[in-house]
C-alpha cells in the first residue's frame, strides 16, 4: 500500500490479485474541462481523505479519470449477469475501479469512478455518462445512506467540459462511487459460464476474505458464504419495501455479494401506495413493479446458489439440495424483517398472532383509497388524520380502532410508541418531483443550490423538523412518473 499524503489517498488492490479473468486492466480516458460540481465532505472524511485538498485542481483531475492517483491500479471488471431474466456477457462498460481506500479505522472500500470512458466491456457504448443521472445517483444514494439502508455512496460529481450524445446532446459528467465492493451476483455467474472451477474458488476465497471473515475457517465455508448472503439481502430487501423504494433494475449484476444498494439508474419512491408500481421505462412488464421485489431478490439468490454448486459438493444432486435448502430461507427471513419493521412503524414493540392481518388490512385500504405510502405513516407518527381521503371514510376509523387496541395491550406507554414510529418513519423521502426539480436546476441552469437545499432536508429523514415540511407535500400534478436508465 502507498500513501498520498496531502490527499490521504491510502490504495490497496486486492481485487487486481485475483486471476486475470476478472478484470482488464486499462486507464480512464481523459476529458476536456473537468469541474468540481459536488464533494461529499462527510463521506471524505470518513475515508480519511482532506476535504480541501479534494477540491485542489490535481483532485479534480483524479475524479475526471484525467490523473492516476499513487497506489492506484486502475481496472475494469468483469461480471454477467441475467437482464430481465436473460442471460448476458457484461463488465464494467463505462466505469473504470481505481483500488480500494483504506481508512483510518482500517476500512477497505473501492474507489470507482462511473463515466470515465471505453473499457473492453463497453460493447459499442461510448462509456461516458450524462451529468443528469450522475447528479440523481449522488442524490438517491445519499438518502438511502441517511435512511439507514446499505448503500454505495457517491464521493463527488465532476463534469468533464465535454458533451455526450444520448437521444439529445448531454453535459457529461464523471461520479466517483465508494462501495464496500463491487462484487455482484453476476460476478459469479461469470466465474462459472467463463471461468475454471479454481477461479470460482478462488472468488469465493476472496469474497469471504472481504466480507465474511468470520466463515473462513468453517468446515462447509462456501455454503456459510451462501447463507450470508441470503441473510444481508433478505434484510436489504425488506428496508427498500419498508420506505417504498423501487429500483427499477434489480438485475444479477445489480445485487452486490455484500448487501449495499447499488445502481441508481431508473429508481424511485413510491408515493401512492399501490404493489404493481412501476417507474422504469424499460420495465413495461412489471417484473421489478414495487411488489414484485422480494420475489425477484429469491430468484436471484438462486442463481447466486447455482454458480456456488461446484463449490458445495462433488455430486451435484446433493450440492442442488443443499443450495436450496438455504435459498428456501430467504421468504421467511424477509417476512421476518418486514414484519418487524411494519410493528415499528407501527409502534408495536411485541408480537401477536393478529398482527400480520392488522398491517394486511391497513395496506388493503391505503392501495384502495390511493394513499400515500410516507405520509399515511408520517400521519400517524404526528398523531394527525389530515392530507388523505383515507382518514375520513368509516373503513379506517374501524381499522384505526383496532390499532389503538393494539397499542393499549402492550406495556409501553404512548410515548414509548411515538418513539419508536419517529425512529422507523420518515418525515420525508426523495420525492420524485423534488428530484426533477432539482436535476433541472443544476444541469439546465447551472443552479446546484435547489438540489443542495434538498440534500440537506434528506441528510435527517427522521428529524421531523419544520424545514422539512414543504418537502413531505405532494406534487401537484397526477402524471405518471416515469425513470430511465441514464445510460
Not at 164 to 188: D, K, N, Y
Amino acid at each position: 500500500m502507498t500513501r498520498s499524503k496531502e490527499t490521504g489517498w491510502n490504495f490497496d488492490n486486492s481485487y487486481a490479485r485475483l486471476p486475470a479473468t476478472f478484470f482488464s486492466r486499462i486507464n480512464p480516458t481523459p476529458v476536456r474541462a473537468p469541474k468540481l460540481m459536488i464533494l461529499n465532505h462527510s463521506l471524505a472524511e470518513s475515508l480519511g481523505l482532506s476535504v480541501e485538498a479534494l477540491q485542489s485542481e490535481e483532485a479534480i483531475a483524479v475524479f475526471a479519470g484525467n490523473h492516476i492517483p499513487e497506489g492506484a491500479a486502475p481496472l475494469a471488471q468483469a461480471y454477467a449477469g441475467h437482464q430481465f431474466g436473460h442471460f448476458t456477457m457484461l463488465g464494467d462498460g463505462r466505469a473504470v475501479l481505481l483500488g480500494e481506500q483504506i481508512t483510518p479505522q482500517g476500512e477497505r472500500y473501492d474507489i470507482q469512478l462511473k463515466g470515465p470512458g471505453r473499457t473492453p466491456y463497453s460493447r459499442g457504448g461510448d462509456g461516458r455518462a450524462a451529468l443528469g443521472p450522475m447528479l440523481r445517483e449522488y442524490m438517491i444514494s445519499e438518502a438511502m445512506h441517511a435512511l439507514g439502508i446499505p448503500t454505495t455512496r457517491s464521493l463527488a460529481v465532476v463534469t468533464t467540459g465535454e458533451s455526450i450524445m444520448r437521444e439529445t446532446e448531454l453535459p457529461g459528467a464523471v461520479l466517483t462511487r465508494v462501495a464496500a465492493s463491487h462484487l455482484r451476483v453476476g460476478t459469479f455467474e461469470y466465474a462459472k459460464a467463463w471461468g475454471t472451477k479454481d477461479e470460482l474458488q478462488a472468488l469465493a476465497d476472496y469474497t469471504i476474505r472481504r466480507h465474511y471473515p468470520h466463515i473462513e475457517n468453517e468446515e462447509h465455508q462456501y455454503l456459510s458464504l451462501l447463507q450470508e448472503v441470503v441473510k444481508r439481502q433478505a434484510a436489504l430487501i425488506a428496508q427498500w419495501q419498508l420506505v417504498g423504494f423501487i429500483h427499477g433494475v434489480m438485475n444479477t449484476d445489480n445485487m452486490t455479494i455484500s448487501g449495499e444498494t447499488i445502481d441508481y439508474g431508473p429508481c424511485a419512491f413510491m408515493d401512492a401506495y399501490d404493489p404493481g408500481t412501476v417507474f422504469s421505462s424499460i420495465d413495461r412488464r412489471g417484473r421489478y413493479a414495487y411488489g414484485n421485489q422480494p420475489r425477484i431478490a429469491g430468484w436471484n439468490l438462486a442463481r447466486f446458489g447455482e454458480t456456488l454448486l461446484p463449490l458445495l459438493h462433488d455430486h451435484q444432486e446433493q450440492a442442488i439440495e443443499l443450495a436450496q435448502e438455504e435459498i428456501s430461507n430467504f421468504a421467511t427471513l424477509y417476512q421476518s424483517h418486514w414484519l418487524a419493521g411494519m410493528r415499528a412503524k407501527l409502534g408495536l414493540f411485541n408480537e401477536e398472532e393478529q398482527d400480520e392481518a392488522l398491517i394486511d388490512r391497513l395496506l388493503s385500504l391505503m392501495k384502495k383509497y390511493r394513499a400515500d405510502y410516507t405520509n399515511t405513516f408520517r400521519a400517524f407518527t404526528l398523531n394527525t388524520q389530515a392530507g388523505s381521503k383515507l382518514f375520513g371514510t368509516p373503513e379506517f376509523a374501524e381499522w384505526h380502532k383496532l390499532w389503538q387496541e393494539r397499542l393499549a395491550r402492550q406495556q409501553e406507554s404512548k410515548e414509548d410508541a411515538n418513539a419508536l414510529m419517529r425512529k422507523n418513519n420518515p418525515a420525508l423521502i426523495p420525492r420524485n418531483y423534488r428530484v426533477e426539480e432539482a436535476l433541472k436546476a443544476a444541469v439546465e441552469q447551472g443552479d446546484d443550490s435547489v438540489m443542495k437545499r434538498l440534500l440537506a432536508v434528506l441528510s435527517s429523514p427522521y428529524a421531523y423538523s419544520a424545514e422539512q415540511n414543504e418537502y413531505a407535500t405532494l406534487p401537484v400534478s397526477t402524471r405518471p412518473y416515469q425513470t430511465f436508465c441514464g445510460t
